[in-house]
T-cell receptor
C-alpha cells in the first residue's frame, strides 16, 4: 500500500535556527513529489515539485531534496513568517495526474 | 495573482440535508479537483474532473457525492444527505494540464450537526 510519512509532527525553532523536515514515501513508480505550505484556515500553497532522485530546488530560505525513498525540506535561518504546516504529497505512477497522496504534515513554529 | 475562489467559507447544515459547495477555478485551467481534510487528518483526494467528466475518483467519493461544471466558470461539489462524518474542510483545486501544479482554494468548512 502506498504511504507518505512526515516527521517530525511538530517542530519549534528559534529564529535563525536551521532545521530539516523529512518525508518518506513508498509508492509504486513515483511520478512527482510535491511540497506545499498550509497556513491555518487556508488551502495548501505550492512550494516545489521534484521528479527524480538527486534533484534539488530552492526558494528563499527553503531547499527541497529528493532521494529514492525520501525527501527533505531544509529551512535555513528561519523567520517567524516561515511558521506554517508543511505538507508533502506524492503522485504515484498508476494514478491520474492531480491525484495526490498527502502526508500528515509537519507543523513548524518559529519564535523571535 | 490568479486564485481559486471557494464559497461559502463556512456552512453549517443538519444531518440529512443536501449541500452544494462552489468553486471558481483559475480561468485558463482545464483540470479540476476536490479534496477534503477532516480536522486533524491528512488532506484526501476525492475526485478529478476534465472535459466535463470525472477522470478519477477515490473510494470516499461514493453515490452521495457528485460534481458538476454548470457553466464555463463554476465547478460544484454536491453532497446529498449529509452525515456527521462529512464534516471537514473541502478544498477545490485546478491545474492547466497534466504535468502542471495544482493550485488550491482557501477551502469551504462544512459542519454537519
Amino acid at each position: 500500500e502506498d504511504q507518505v510519512t512526515q516527521s517530525p509532527e511538530a517542530l519549534r525553532l528559534q529564529e535563525g535556527e536551521s532545521s530539516s523536515l523529512n518525508c518518506s514515501y513508498t509508492v509504486s513508480g513515483l511520478r512527482g513529489l510535491f511540497w506545499y505550505r498550509q497556513d491555518p484556515g487556508k488551502g495548501p500553497e505550492f512550494l516545489f515539485t521534484l521528479y527524480s532522485a538527486g534533484e534539488e530546488k530552492e526558494k528563499e530560505r527553503l531547499k527541497a531534496t529528493l532521494t529514492k525513498k525520501e525527501s527533505f525540506l531544509h529551512i535555513t535561518a528561519p523567520k517567524p513568517e516561515d511558521s506554517a504546516t508543511y505538507l508533502c504529497a506524492v503522485q504515484a505512477g498508476t494514478d491520474s495526474w492531480g491525484k495526490l497522496q498527502f502526508g500528515a504534515g509537519t507543523q513548524v513554529v518559529v519564535t523571535p | 495573482e490568479p486564485e481559486v475562489t471557494q464559497t461559502p467559507s463556512h456552512q453549517v447544515t443538519q444531518m440529512g440535508q443536501e449541500v452544494i459547495l462552489h468553486c471558481v477555478p483559475i480561468s485558463n485551467h482545464l483540470y479540476f479537483y476536490w479534496y477534503r481534510q477532516i480536522l486533524g487528518q491528512k488532506v484526501e483526494f476525492l475526485v478529478s474532473f476534465y472535459n466535463n467528466e470525472i477522470s478519477e475518483k477515490s473510494e470516499i467519493f461514493d453515490d452521495q457525492f457528485s460534481v458538476e461544471r454548470p457553466d464555463g466558470s463554476n465547478f460544484t461539489l454536491k453532497i446529498r444527505s449529509t452525515k456527521l462524518e462529512d464534516s471537514a474542510m473541502y478544498f477545490c483545486a485546478s491545474s492547466t494540464g497534466q504535468g502542471s501544479v495544482l493550485t488550491f482554494g482557501a477551502g469551504s468548512r462544512l459542519t454537519v450537526l
